[in-house]
Every structure is written in structure tokens, then in C-alpha cells.
């Protein structure tokens, strides 16, 4: 009994991890934007993503994003089946997240909850009307900088001691050139779940914040290996120099 009790652990942490995560931080952009900006929702992001690695990532090391999963099972650090079960949690997460933001925010009058609802996009959905091309690019490009921190300060799976700083920093800055581009999502987890909410043409640019912060992962992933030495690369090293 123990024993499951334990395995279920990690997989609950980043159900509700995720969930924190899109109910305060895609909540700070619904209900908020207005008197917080650009920056107060970056900063949201930041600290929300903060407390949680001190929180959750000793039980699950707080991935709270699929393309973060993808990262440490392409490093070799967790299994397939531990991806798989950390996938479902967060995109059930994120849409459990989503729900109860969409509920509270129905009580506030005249707040719109249509078209944006903190959702991600391009075109005529983006601030700046960035096309396709290019928040395909931009999101790639900010899942690399948040996946490559997470693999560089973590050495396993847990997040433990100052690990949750640099990341959460991470997400802060990501957030603060990524907003006026996409929203800002590095996390197909946090994008599905507003996305539902947000009505059809969110969900039909979904595609684009699944794949691209996905290859944003492998990419980092794939760079990590050249400018980060294995444990074991070290023991030899030290050995070599003895």
C-alpha cells in the first residue's frame, strides 16, 4: 500500500503542479492584465513556477510542462512510462487549471472570457501579429532556453536546494519577450487548457505550441550533451588528472 502510495506521488504533484500553475499564472494575464502589465505577468510566471520547484520538485522535480518531461526523457534521466504518466497528469492539469479560472472568472462582470481567455497564438491573435513562421520560431527558441536551465541545474530528476531560482528566473525573462509574440507558451500543457476555453480559433492554432516547444526540448536536450559532462565523464576526468 505504501509502495503505491509513494509511485503516485510525483504523478499527483504534477497534476496539481500544473494545475497551480495555469490557474494563477494564465490568471494573472485573464484577470489582471489590466493592472499588472506585461512585466506583473511575467513576474507571475516566474513565481508561480518558483514556488513550485521548491514545493513539488523533490517528489516529482516539478516539470509541470510536457516539453520539460520530454527534456529529461530524452537525457536518459526518467523512463517512457514515467513521460507518459507525467503527459497525461499535466495536460489533465492544465485543463483542470483552465476550468476553475473559466469559473472565477465568470463572476467577475463585463470580463470577456472568449478569444483569448490567456490563451496563446499568432496572426491576428498575437500583439504584434507575428506569423507563423516566426512564432514557430519564437517558441522554439524560448522552450530551448527554459528546458536547457532546467537540464543544467538539475543533475537527476529532483529539483532541490537553488535549483527552482534559475528557473524560475528563466520563465520570467521567456515571459517578458515571449508575451507581445505568442502569449507565451514553452508548455503545451499550460496552451491546451486556456485554449478550451478560449473557443475554435485557439484551438486550431494549438498545433503550433504542442510541436514547437517540443522541438525547443529536443534541441536544448541535444546541445546540454555538448556543453555539460556526464557524472560519469567527471569520474574520469578526476581519475585522469590523478
Known amino acids: 500500500m505504501e509502495t503505491t502510495r509513494l509511485e503516485t506521488r510525483p504523478i499527483i504533484s504534477e497534476f496539481v503542479g ?3 500553475l495555469v490557474f494563477f499564472a494564465v490568471g494573472s494575464a485573464v484577470l489582471a492584465a489590466d493592472y499588472i502589465g506585461t512585466v506583473g505577468i511575467a513576474l507571475a510566471f516566474g513565481f508561480t513556477l518558483l514556488a513550485l520547484a521548491y514545493a513539488l520538485g523533490p517528489i516529482s522535480g516539478c516539470h509541470v510542462n510536457p516539453a520539460v518531461t520530454l527534456g529529461m526523457l530524452a537525457a536518459g534521466r526518467i523512463s517512457v512510462r514515467t513521460a507518459v504518466e507525467y503527459w497525461i497528469a499535466q495536460f489533465l492539469g492544465g485543463i483542470a487549471g483552465a476550468a476553475i479560472l473559466f469559473l472565477l472568472a465568470k463572476q467577475v462582470p463585463g470580463l470577456e472570457t472568449s478569444g483569448a481567455f490567456g490563451s496563446n497564438g499568432y496572426g491576428d491573435r498575437s500583439a504584434v501579429h507575428i506569423n507563423t513562421g516566426g512564432a514557430f520560431l519564437a517558441e522554439v527558441v ?3 532556453l527554459l528546458v536547457f536551465v532546467v537540464l543544467a541545474v538539475t543533475h537527476k530528476v529532483a529539483v532541490v536546494g537553488f535549483d527552482g531560482l ?34 475554435t480559433d485557439a484551438l486550431e492554432q494549438f498545433w503550433l505550441f504542442l510541436i514547437a516547444p517540443l522541438v525547443g526540448a529536443v534541441l536544448a536536450t541535444l ?6 559532462p556526464r557524472p560519469g565523464d567527471l569520474l574520469d576526468r578526476e581519475r585522469a588528472e590523478v
Open 18 to 20: 500544473t494545475l497551480l
Open 223 to 228: 546541445c546540454h550533451q555538448f556543453t555539460h
Open 142 to 144: 524560448l522552450t530551448f
Open 166 to 199: 534559475p528557473i524560475g528566473l528563466a520563465l520570467g525573462v521567456i515571459h517578458l519577450v515571449g508575451i507581445p509574440l505568442t502569449g507565451t507558451s514553452v508548455n503545451p500543457a499550460r496552451s491546451f487548457g486556456p485554449a478550451i476555453f478560449a473557443g
